[in-house]
């Protein structure tokens, strides 16, 4: 069978764009948290949705599981092969339609990174409303397949809300289509809203329209040093109510700080150390400067401000640097997970001492949205496949009423966990579309469910 599909392969998108070496497959074969991995039968680099309808029907006919593939920034090992499956790669689909300028909206092909549709965006006097620290590397389909939430959440939401339509192929090589780009569209069920963090479980995405949000050129930022987690979360709630122009609230802490200033040689911010640091960025059309600063008047703890490009970047990277920082600490264990703003102080207070029970000599560092709820929570020292604090800090999450997975999705890495926090009877509805959709589990097997 191997032998065949390969050739078929071949055929459709040319023997360039079918990897076998496995010099060439590596890249393609580890996710970036270094923790999953696995041998592809072979890597097939589809250039157009036509070439991608015959791949996944060579697939389909020929008996082959079928793992779609975007910029491989996953941290759940959902965009991996497990063992001999087709990685099925959307980096190629990097097409574009000119900017609807009256609608506000865009076609990118699947394969697009963020970074380009932001420039296309602002090339066209629009903005786009997420905003990812793997900007360059991680592209639309992915960001859609996994709904993507990122630094600005608070203000413009996940992907799910920027998704106007999707173009994308079905297992069998069925084509849905709607990319009509109508604010008002309420024919049946939104597939899009459905594909829209399936992780490519239901469908390979080919294209998407994306709406697009008025552009907020004059920025300001603000970094404070707060006493505890409590302190930050109740200045956010005021400030949401008070601060309009609000447009992203980062939580981080010492042990994440010390490692990025480790890590990147960059000043220490503050004399003393805090016990939570909240990085805060305003955009309007004009300075919001004076309005942040009026607004932490009363702020109890240090704060430092700066509106210029230079100064502003140089607060941003203690937090997006968290994530560099930690990798090069070692193999991490990501859990990235979200509990009720009212139990977000108190599942903080509990991580430590939760993780040490299960792992004695771990080091754990967490930051994230808090806006939202949501904590990346990174675990140092474990091996890679000993799970025992993840356990335990999934058993807390849900003892909360959170959810196990705010924005990285399920992947392989969660899968026997998606029952206790959903119940039965979600995952029984899941279990059902993936069914009506994919009936032979051509695409993405062990991910989301057991197989």
């Given at each position: 069978?191997?032998?065949?599909?390969?050739?078929?392969?071949?055929?459709?998108?040319?023997?360039?764009?079918?990897?076998?070496?496995?010099?060439?497959?590596?890249?393609?074969?580890?996710?970036?948290?270094?923790?999953?991995?696995?041998?592809?039968?072979?890597?097939?680099?589809?250039?157009s949705?036509?070439?991608?309808?015959?791949?996944?029907?060579?697939?389909?006919?020929?008996?082959?599981?079928?793992?779609?593939?975007?910029?491989?920034?996953?941290l759940?090992?959902?965009?991996?092969?497990?063992?001999?499956?087709?990685?099925?790669?959307?980096?190629?689909?990097?097409?574009?339609?000119p900017?609807?300028?009256?609608?506000?909206s865009?076609?990118?092909?699947?394969?697009?990174?963020l970074?380009?549709?932001?420039?296309?965006?602002?090339?066209?006097?629009w903005?786009?409303?997420?905003?990812?620290?793997?900007?360059?590397?991680?592209?639309?389909?992915?960001?859609?397949?996994?709904?993507?939430?990122?630094?600005?959440?608070?203000?413009?939401?996940?992907?799910?809300?920027?998704?106007?339509?999707?173009?994308a192929?079905?297992?069998?090589?069925?084509?849905?289509?709607?990319?009509?780009?109508?604010?008002?569209?309420?024919?049946?069920?939104?597939?899009?809203?459905?594909?829209?963090?399936?992780?490519?479980?239901?469908?390979?995405?080919?294209?998407?329209?994306?709406?697009?949000?008025?552009?907020?050129?004059?920025?300001?930022?603000?970094?404070?040093?707060?006493?505890?987690?409590?302190?930050?979360?109740?200045?956010?709630?005021?400030?949401?109510?008070?601060?309009?122009?609000?447009?992203?609230?980062?939580?981080?802490?010492?042990?994440?700080?010390?490692?990025?200033?480790?890590?990147?040689?960059?000043?220490?911010?503050?004399?003393?150390?805090?016990?939570?640091?909240?990085l805060?960025?305003?955009?309007a059309?004009?300075?919001?400067?004076?309005?942040?600063?009026?607004?932490?008047?009363?702020?109890?703890?240090?704060?430092?401000?700066a509106?210029?490009?230079?100064?502003?970047?140089?607060?941003?990277q203690?937090?997006?640097?968290?994530?560099?920082?930690?990798?090069?600490?070692?193999?991490?264990?990501?859990?990235?997970?979200?509990?009720?703003?009212d139990?977000?102080?108190?599942?903080?207070?509990?991580?430590?001492?939760?993780?040490?029970?299960?792992?004695?000599?771990?080091?754990?560092?967490?930051?994230?949205?808090?806006?939202?709820?949501?904590?990346?929570?990174?675990?140092?020292?474990?091996?890679?496949?000993?799970?025992?604090?993840?356990?335990?800090?999934?058993?807390?999450?849900?003892?909360?009423?959170?959810?196990?997975?705010?924005?990285?999705?399920?992947?392989?890495?969660?899968?026997?966990?998606?029952?206790?926090?959903?119940?039965?009877?979600?995952?029984?509805?899941?279990?059902?579309?993936?069914?009506?959709?994919?009936?032979?589990?051509v695409?993405?097997?062990?991910?989301?469910?057991?197989?």
């Amino acid at each position: 069978m191997s032998t065949r599909l390969l050739d078929r392969l071949a055929s459709i998108v040319g023997a360039a764009q079918l990897l076998t070496d496995p010099d060439l497959k590596a890249a393609y074969e580890t996710d970036w948290t270094r923790r999953f991995s696995g041998s592809a039968l072979a890597v097939v680099r589809p250039g157009s949705t036509d070439e991608v309808v015959e791949v996944l029907r060579a697939c389909s006919e020929l008996g082959a599981s079928v793992v779609p593939q975007g910029g491989n920034t996953g941290l759940v090992g959902g965009s991996v092969p497990r063992g001999g499956e087709v990685v099925l790669s959307t980096l190629r689909l990097r097409s574009w339609e000119p900017v609807d300028v009256d609608g506000g909206s865009l076609i990118a092909g699947a394969g697009v990174t963020l970074a380009s549709a932001q420039q296309q965006a602002a090339a066209a006097g629009w903005a786009f409303g997420v905003d990812l620290a793997a900007r360059d590397s991680a592209t639309i389909g992915g960001m859609i397949a996994t709904n993507a939430g990122g630094l600005h959440v608070l203000r413009h939401g996940t992907m799910r809300a920027q998704l106007l339509g999707v173009e994308a192929v079905l297992a069998d090589g069925s084509v849905v289509r709607r990319l009509s780009g109508l604010a008002k569209d309420n024919t049946g069920y939104d597939l899009a809203g459905l594909l829209c963090g399936s992780e490519g479980t239901l469908g390979v995405i080919t294209r998407a329209r994306l709406c697009l949000v008025p552009p907020m050129p004059r920025r300001a930022v603000a970094l404070l040093a707060l006493p505890d987690t409590g302190a930050a979360i109740s200045l956010t709630a005021d400030l949401r109510r008070s601060l309009p122009s609000l447009m992203a609230a980062e939580l981080f802490f010492e042990a994440g700080l010390r490692l990025v200033l480790d890590h990147t040689g960059a000043a220490q911010p503050f004399a003393a150390p805090a016990g939570a640091y909240l990085l805060l960025e305003t955009a309007a059309q004009s300075d919001p400067s004076d309005d942040l600063a009026t607004a932490l008047t009363d702020a109890p703890g240090e704060v430092l401000l700066a509106s210029d490009q230079s100064g502003r970047s140089r607060l941003w990277q203690l937090r997006e640097r968290h994530t560099e920082a930690i990798s090069a600490a070692g193999v991490v264990h990501k859990l990235d997970v979200s509990v009720p703003l009212d139990r977000l102080a108190g599942f903080v207070e509990r991580l430590a001492p939760t993780v040490a029970a299960a792992a004695p000599s771990a080091r754990v560092i967490s930051y994230g949205h808090l806006a939202e709820g949501n904590l990346h929570v990174s675990i140092l020292g474990p091996a890679a496949d000993d799970e025992s604090a993840d356990e335990a800090v999934l058993r807390l999450v849900i003892e909360l009423g959170g959810s196990i997975s705010a924005e990285h999705g399920i992947g392989i890495a969660k899968v026997r966990w998606l029952e206790a926090d959903r119940g039965a009877a979600d995952v029984a509805a899941m279990r059902a579309v993936k069914r009506a959709l994919d009936p032979a589990g051509v695409l993405n097997p062990g991910v989301l469910f057991d197989t």
